[in-house]
């Protein structure tokens, strides 16, 4: 059952600060169905970003074995990514400027909780 509450989203680049993040939910309690890293993968838009291309692409393996049980990993491209966070409960508008923010940061990823309850993870500076 999803929640209708606002799941918390933090920006992240696809790294040992991810999988930290990951292991402080899993340890209080949360499990991988609350957990999501919605990875956009400009490479699936069949555009020709290639600045975002190489940008996305040099990290995503480092830690996927780390965190692939403890977290649903979802890479995919710009409307798959939109079209998901809407799924895990953000309105259309939210899910689009949640997108356009990542494609213009130095980010790589969005880690989505479902019902955050506590302060455990630290928000981006």
């Not at 696809?14 to 209080?28: C, H, P």
């Not at 190489?54 to 798959?80: C, L, P, Q, R």
């Not at 508008?93 to 302060?119: G, H, I, M, P």
Request: with cysteine; glycine share 4%.
């Amino acid at each position: 059952m999803i929640s209708a509450a606002k799941p918390f989203v933090k920006f992240h680049r696809y790294d040992q600060e991810l999988v930290s993040d990951i292991q402080a939910l899993n340890s209080s309690g949360y499990h991988k169905d609350d957990i999501w890293v919605l990875k956009w993968n400009p490479d699936k838009n069949h555009s020709n970003q290639r600045g975002n291309y190489y940008k996305y692409s040099t990290h995503f393996e480092d830690a996927v074995g780390d965190i692939d049980s403890k977290a649903h990993i979802f890479d995919n491209g710009g409307e798959e990514l939109r079209t998901r966070l809407e799924k895990l409960g953000l309105t259309k508008d939210e899910a689009s400027a949640l997108f356009r923010e990542l494609q213009e940061s130095d980010y790589t990823c969005l880690l989505v909780v479902r019902d955050l309850k506590d302060n455990i993870l630290k928000m981006s500076d």
